[in-house]
């Protein structure tokens, strides 16, 4: 057993890197997005009306269609994150894990490329959403305190039952990617001195009038260059969510309803009978053969900075510091430091097929504080020291290296 943490141990020093992707991929969300064609003739609305529009509205039932494209800038990640994924469903760390339909190694499909998902919600208890790969489908329902997964490519099925009670007050639903509100009410939630909200025009999001609402951090050093939300006229729905890096080129995520109804789905969409034949792996079940060694959250999509870090294997951001990592500076710039409490990665020790990876991610750089590497992606950054130190934000690779100096 020691010698298998070990193994863990080892392994999760080169997830640090990979984790930068995961961590983008967890503040963006997962959420539909613009698809726009023409400019509707709306009345003028001031940026604070807007806001006061989404925070009004009640939106309970959808049902859509709609596109997201990731471009993080990163080589590509299709196989390699999925491969981590499912090495830590297997519980060996080695990428070799048998096919699962378990949300956590599934939806890092949406780290990168372009996918199609369909939609629905009928209130706070019943959700689904099914992401849709050539003739292969996953689906993800949650139905009251039920949450069902599937993969057709595999024909497995993930099973967890259990509300707020089982899951230390979280319910099943809130596993479930975030809705466009609940996105824009975080992203709202950042306003303030080093923020500039303002209303960018208007436009057609399948086929219904929307704002645009333009939120632009007002610091120099920061990755992000912009967020454009696209707000339903009529209902205050958010209906876009645009991320636009510094970097230029395409955004960082710009996905997009082709068709929305806010008309009560049928009850019968979130009905799931296990096909025939299909492996089934209930939350229960995972949780007792991996919970003791991944900290007792595995299968859990993370929410935050440590989060994300932790359910990767590195036993949370703080490492022998209990409270957490430190945070150096505030709003768009802010940078968190902490001790992985491994020296850095050398890419040769690297597994197979990561060592391409971070060779293409990876820059050397060096300072005062020594010498380490910076992993890169078009909105997230961060620098390793040589002995272990970490600073993650999304700031400039620069912005890294000078809070690196200044902490020396």
Excluded: C
Excluded at 22 to 31: C, E, F, K, P, S
Excluded at 83 to 98: K, L, N, T, V
Excluded at 323 to 344: H, R
Aim: glycine content about 14%; overall charge negative; aromatic content about 4%.
């Amino acid at each position: 057993m020691a010698a298998q943490r070990a193994g863990q141990r080892k392994t999760s020093r080169y997830v640090v890197p990979v984790a930068v992707a995961g961590i983008a991929a967890a503040t963006i969300g997962l959420v539909p997005a613009l698809a726009a064609s023409g400019d509707p003739d709306l009345p003028e609305i001031t940026a604070q009306q807007l806001i006061e529009k989404i925070a009004a509205s009640d939106t309970q039932t959808l049902s859509g269609t709609f596109k997201i494209s990731t471009d993080l800038g990163l080589p590509a990640l299709d196989g390699l994150l999925g491969g981590i994924a499912g090495g830590m469903a297997s519980g060996d760390g080695s990428g070799s894990g048998e096919a699962s339909a378990d949300p956590s190694a599934q939806l890092t499909k949406l780290v990168s490329g372009t996918h199609t998902l369909k939609v629905a919600a009928d209130g706070p208890e019943r959700q689904k959403l099914t992401l849709l790969d050539g003739k292969e489908q996953y689906s993800l329902i949650h139905d009251g305190d039920e949450v069902w997964a599937y993969d057709s490519r595999s024909n497995t099925v993930f099973h967890d039952k259990g509300g707020a009670e089982k899951d230390g007050g979280r319910a099943p639903g809130e596993e479930l990617p975030a809705s466009p509100k609940e996105l824009a009410d975080e992203v709202l939630k950042a306003a303030g001195d080093t923020t500039s909200i303002t209303v960018g025009g208007t436009a057609n999001v399948a086929g219904r009038d929307a704002y645009r609402l333009v939120v632009e951090p007002k610091q120099q050093g920061s990755t992000v260059d912009s967020i454009t939300i696209a707000v339903d006229a009529a209902t205050g729905t958010p209906l876009k969510f645009t991320l636009d890096s510094t970097s230029g080129g395409k955004p960082v995520l710009d996905a997009g309803f082709t068709k929305v109804d806010f008309g009560k789905p049928a009850a019968s969409e979130f009905d799931f009978t296990v096909p025939e034949g299909a492996k089934v792996t209930e939350g229960d079940q995972m949780e007792k053969e991996f919970g003791a060694d991944r900290g007792g959250d595995h299968g859990k999509a993370p929410e935050d900075l440590e989060k994300a870090f932790g359910d990767l294997g590195l036993g949370g951001l703080g490492g022998a510091d209990a409270n957490g990592p430190e945070i150096i500076g505030e709003g768009w710039t802010a940078i968190a430091a902490f001790d992985s409490g491994a020296p850095a990665p050398k890419t040769e020790d690297a597994p197979k097929e990561a060592q391409g990876f971070l060779d293409a991610l990876g820059d050397k750089v060096s300072g005062k504080f020594g010498s380490g590497t910076v992993f890169k992606t078009k909105i997230v950054n961060a620098l390793m020291t040589d002995d272990g130190k970490v600073y993650v934000g999304a700031v400039t690779p620069q912005a890294l290296v000078d809070a690196a100096n200044a902490a020396k």
